[in-house]
């Protein structure tokens, strides 16, 4: 089992940086990939950013390329995403995932919100 907790949410303004955090429980080590989901009021949940396990390859949706970053710190069972460049489009509730073989795991989300 393994639970994921994220954090480093908030209120900023366009243009601004937040750097989300996602600390799981359990070891990520052997999770297939981790991921950055995001959820709009309204809208379906998307697919943010991914990492494989080793950190080698990583895939961004094309509205958030060039302006987040993910990273992945197996020691210390964190992923990490770091957001620049935000826009009042990049408000939603961030969800990390660990996708295992046989499970998948959610956070309970955080909220980020950019005002223009």
């Known amino acids: 089992q393994v639970q994921l907790v994220e954090s480093g949410g908030g209120l900023v303004q366009a243009g601004g940086s937040l750097r989300l955090s996602c600390a799981a429980s359990?070891?990520?080590?052997?999770?297939?990939?981790m991921g950055w989901y995001r959820q709009a009021p309204g809208k379906q949940r998307e697919l943010v950013a991914a990492?494989?396990?080793?950190?080698?390859?990583?895939n961004y949706a094309d509205s958030v390329k060039g302006r987040f970053t993910i990273s992945r710190d197996n020691a210390k069972n964190t992923v990490y995403l770091q957001m620049n460049s935000l826009k009042p489009e990049d408000t939603a509730v961030y969800y990390c995932n660990a996708k295992f073989s046989l499970a998948d795991y959610w956070g309970q989300g955080t909220q980020v919100t950019v005002s223009s």
């Open positions: 359990g070891s990520i080590f052997r999770a297939n990939a």
């Open positions: 990492i494989s396990r080793g950190g080698s390859t990583t």
